[in-house]
Each structure stands twice: as structure tokens, then as C-alpha cells.
């Protein structure tokens, strides 16, 4: 079976079943470059077709979300859920609430999500979904409303050993609360069926800061990998949401200097670094205010810089925080040549493959999301483990677990991904990932 196996062939065939899915064909691409040589040197993957199994999500539901805004009208969005493997868990992974939600994108992270899971060696399945719903400018009741509506589907296909939702973009601790309430009020239980919860219900400690937090512990595993650290580097990130301002915080904890962040209308640059104040600012500006990043610039008296993104200012590293290809070839280029030495990915898929080969050419650092934003799925992980043993364990207890298991990360990733003297942590990343979950399913048979 499956003897003409080649990423070529292996992408045609893909692309062939799933048009008009570019962003999974680009997640896919980036896994097959580095596991199907693998596979071709272990054929028992191959004999049993891991690999074309693994690309197939086990269920897709698509289910229409009504809600009424404040004015009294009628809205109709669309809502998903992409149950993509539960190999070595229940499906686990975030919503996405953000108007350019599709199938396509939700496919790419479910995908990446598989091997991200799998890294964090907790038993965690990979899922992804969400809607075309926008909260930005949204009334809080209004939010409530769409939520509502959302789980009211959404509860047929989740719980605590079944499925277990979380956050991600346009889905934060207002709207999981919203989630939960709703979930909880259906299912007519009290039960851990979503994490990122507030501290009140069931809610773990760092689980808000562990994204961001773990993307700087990677960033400084991948350093001290060649003896060097965070301290004294000057830092670009991009975004200013959940994941960036809490990468902005360890960062400033770890002796680094964060001087830019974004959002979709563009970004400040602040040359004397981001304090500890300013970003208590921020995150009350973001999280509370709800508003934009220009209005950093207006209150310290930073430049702001409409429409663009910051991978033209010099710097030592660079943690793109945002979206998915936010940044490219030219910016990949524009980054080294100015002394980036250094880039971990705070989102999901932010750098496109060629920039990857660009930075991977340069022997630049390179942490891919999968292995470098794990931190936030793995407190998930703890969360589930929380509910489950109904206890709260200490932030300290917590944030030790999230260091452990990003040195893990690095660990497996170099094992499977050193080139002479480099370390290829996307093929690292790709490959542990790969073994644990084809590993279950071989055991399983053909299912
Ligand atoms: P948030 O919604 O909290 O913040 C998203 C940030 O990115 C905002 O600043 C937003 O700006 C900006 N952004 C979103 N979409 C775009 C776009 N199309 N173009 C430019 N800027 C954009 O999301 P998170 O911080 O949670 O997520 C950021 C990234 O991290 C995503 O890729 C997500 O998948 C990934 N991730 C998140 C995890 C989590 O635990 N939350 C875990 C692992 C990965 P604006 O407000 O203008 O839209
Ligand atoms: O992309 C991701 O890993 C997330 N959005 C977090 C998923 C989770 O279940 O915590």
C-alpha cells in the first residue's frame, strides 16, 4: 500500500480532495517535508497509512448560529467544530472567533494542533473551532447572546472526556465564561468541558499567562541550547493580545527588552523598551478598555506606525504574536540582515514557509508554534487534571510544571531535529509529534 509515496505525489492527492484549503495544504506541506522521508524509513507507517489517516480530520461539524443583535435584528453566522484526532486523548483545542474563520483555517490548526499536543506528553487529542463572528465592537450582551447560541449546538459534541474547547483569537476569559455558563446550564452538569475558565469556576492558575510565557521559556531554552539568554536582547512582537502581552511579561522578567507590539491596525515602537507599568497599562487597555494599540503611542509619546508590521526594526529576536503569515520572506530577510538571531512563534503558523527556509538558511533560530506556544494547551492540559481531582494547585506549582514541560519540548525536538550544527526544530517538532500519536494508532488497527 501507498508504495509511491512522496511529498510531491502525497500534496497533489491532498490538494486534489480538499481545494480551496490553502492554509491547511500550507500546514500539511510544513509536517510531510520532514515525516514522510521518515516514514519511508519506518515502513510500518507507511503499510498502514498513518500519514493519510492523520490528514483526514475524524468529524467536521458545521452548524449555523442565530443570534439577535442590539438593535433587534436577526444575525446569522457559522460555527464549527473540527474534531481532528483523539489518538492519544480527548479532541482538545481552542475556538476562534475572528471574521476570517473557515474551514481552511480551522483544518490548519487542528492539524498543528495533533502534533502539538502530542509534544506536551499530556493525553490530549487535537481539535479546533469557532466562527466568522466578530466580538470587536460588539456589546457585552450581544457577545453573551452569540455565545449562547454557539453552545447551544455546540454541547451535542463536547465534555470532559469527549471534547474540550478553550480559547484562542476573539475568545477570552468573557467569552468562555459566557461558554461555560451556557454549557453548564444544558448539560445540566458541573463539569470541566472547557479550559480557560475563570479562577471562580474551576479555572487554573497561569493558564491566562501560559502561552506567552511558555513562547519566552522556548525562546530561552533555545538559547541557553547555545549559551546565550534572553538578558539585555532587544525584542519585536507582534500582536497584542493574550499571547503577547504575557510573552511581553516574562520577557521583561527574564532581563529582555520588548520594544514593539501590534494589532490589525498597526504597531508602536517604544525604543526605551516596555516596563512592567506600561504594561499593566496595556493589559488593562487591552483586556479591560478593550481598545487599540495606537493609543500606547498617544500616552507615552512613541511612534506609531499605521498600517504595517514590525519586522523592520532591528532587533535580536523576534516573537510574532498575532495571526498566520504575518510575516514573510521579505520580512524574514529584512530581520536577519538587521542581527535577529533568534525567532519563536507565539501564534499559530505566523511565518510562511519561505520565510522559514530564509530564517532556517541563516542557521537562525527558528521555534515553530507547534512547539513554541505549546505552553498554553499544556496548562489546559493541568486544567483538565485540576477539574479532575477537584483541586487547585499554586502558581508556583504551575508555572514549574509549564517550565518542565518546555524544556521538554526543546528536549524532543532536539533529539529528532540536529543537523550537524543546527538545530532543526521544525523536523524536530514534526517528527516527535508524529511518533507518539502513529505509535497509538498503529496499536489501534485500522480505524
Ligand atoms: P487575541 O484575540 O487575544 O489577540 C489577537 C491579536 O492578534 C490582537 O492584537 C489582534 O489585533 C491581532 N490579530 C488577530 N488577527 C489578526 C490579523 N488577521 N491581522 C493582524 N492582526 C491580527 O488572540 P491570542 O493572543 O490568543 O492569539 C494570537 C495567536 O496565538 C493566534 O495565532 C492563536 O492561534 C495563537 N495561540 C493562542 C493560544 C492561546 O492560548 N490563546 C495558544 C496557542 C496559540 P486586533 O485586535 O486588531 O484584531
Ligand atoms: O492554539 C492553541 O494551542 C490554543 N488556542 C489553546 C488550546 C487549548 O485547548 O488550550
Known amino acids: 500500500m501507498y508504495e509511491d509515496l512522496s511529498v510531491e505525489i502525497f500534496m497533489e492527492r491532498l490538494k486534489g480532495r480538499t481545494p480551496d484549503e490553502p492554509e491547511f495544504h500550507q500546514a500539511v506541506q510544513e509536517v510531510v517535508e520532514h515525516v514522510i522521508p521518515f516514514i519511508l524509513e519506518h515502513p510500518k507507517y507507511q503499510q498502514a497509512g498513518i500519514i493519510q489517516r492523520m490528514t483526514e480530520p475524524d468529524r467536521t461539524i458545521i452548524f449555523r448560529v442565530v443570534w439577535e443583535d442590539d438593535n433587534g435584528e436577526v444575525q446569522v453566522n457559522r460555527g464549527y467544530r473540527v474534531q481532528f484526532s483523539n489518538a492519544i486523548g480527548p479532541y482538545k483545542g481552542g475556538l476562534r472567533f475572528?471574521?476570517?474563520?473557515?474551514?481552511?483555517?480551522?483544518?490548519?490548526?487542528?492539524?498543528?494542533q495533533t502534533f502539538k499536543n502530542s509534544l506536551t506528553t499530556?493525553?490530549?487529542?487535537?481539535a479546533k473551532g469557532g466562527s466568522n463572528f466578530d466580538p470587536h465592537g460588539k456589546s457585552d450582551a450581544e457577545v453573551?447572546?452569540?455565545c449562547q447560541s454557539f453552545m447551544t449546538e455546540l454541547v451535542h459534541h463536547i465534555g470532559p472526556n469527549t471534547d474540550i474547547p478553550a480559547g484562542d483569537v476573539g475568545v477570552g476569559a468573557r467569552e468562555i465564561s459566557y461558554l461555560f455558563g451556557q454549557y453548564k446550564r444544558l448539560a445540566h452538569e458541573f463539569t470541566g468541558a472547557l479550559t480557560g475558565k475563570s479562577l471562580e469556576f474551576g479555572g487554573s492558575l497561569i493558564r491566562k499567562e501560559a502561552t506567552g510565557y511558555g513562547n519566552a521559556y522556548f525562546m530561552e531554552e533555545m538559547l541557553r541550547h547555545q549559551y546565550d539568554s534572553i538578558l539585555d536582547k532587544t525584542c519585536l512582537i507582534s500582536g497584542s493580545g493574550n499571547v503577547a502581552l504575557y510573552c511581553t511579561e516574562k520577557i521583561i522578567q527574564l532581563g529582555g527588552k520588548v520594544v514593539t507590539l501590534s494589532d490589525s491596525s498597526g504597531f508602536i515602537h517604544d525604543p526605551?523598551?516596555?516596563d512592567e507599568d506600561k504594561l499593566a497599562y496595556l493589559i488593562d487597555l487591552k483586556t479591560v478598555k478593550r481598545g487599540r494599540i495606537s493609543e500606547y503611542a498617544e500616552k507615552y509619546g512613541c511612534e506609531y506606525h499605521v498600517g504595517l508590521r514590525p519586522w523592520s526594526i532591528p532587533c535580536?529576536?523576534?516573537f510574532p504574536c498575532a495571526t498566520q503569515n504575518e510575516l514573510d520572506e521579505n520580512d524574514a530577510h529584512h530581520l536577519i540582515e538587521h542581527g535577529c538571531i533568534g525567532v519563536s512563534e507565539g501564534a499559530n503558523m505566523p511565518t510562511t514557509q519561505a520565510g522559514i527556509k530564509a530564517f532556517q538558511e541563516a542557521k537562525c533560530l527558528f521555534g515553530p508554534g507547534k512547539?513554541?506556544?505549546a505552553g498554553g494547551v499544556a496548562i489546559s492540559g493541568l486544567e483538565m487534571t485540576q477539574n479532575s481531582i477537584r483541586l487547585a494547585w499554586s502558581a508556583e506549582e504551575l508555572e514549574k510544571r509549564l517550565q518542565d514541560i518546555m524544556v521538554?519540548?526543546?528536549?524532543?525536538?532536539?533529539?529528532?531535529?540536529t543537523e550537524e550544527d543546527y538545530v532543526n526544530y521544525v523536523k524536530g517538532a514534526n517528527i516527535a509529534g508524529f511518533i507518539k500519536v502513529a505509535d497509538a494508532m498503529l496499536a489501534y488497527g485500522v480505524i
Not at 499530556?122 to 487535537?126: F, R
Request: aromatic share 10%.
Open 98 to 112: 475572528h471574521p476570517s474563520v473557515n474551514l481552511s483555517i480551522l483544518k490548519f490548526l487542528g492539524f498543528e
Open 122 to 126: 499530556l493525553p490530549m487529542g487535537a
Open 144 to 146: 453573551m447572546r452569540f
Open 272 to 274: 526605551d523598551g516596555i
Open 316 to 318: 535580536d529576536l523576534a
Open 371 to 373: 512547539a513554541a506556544n
Open 408 to 417: 521538554g519540548i526543546h528536549r524532543q525536538c532536539a533529539q529528532y531535529g
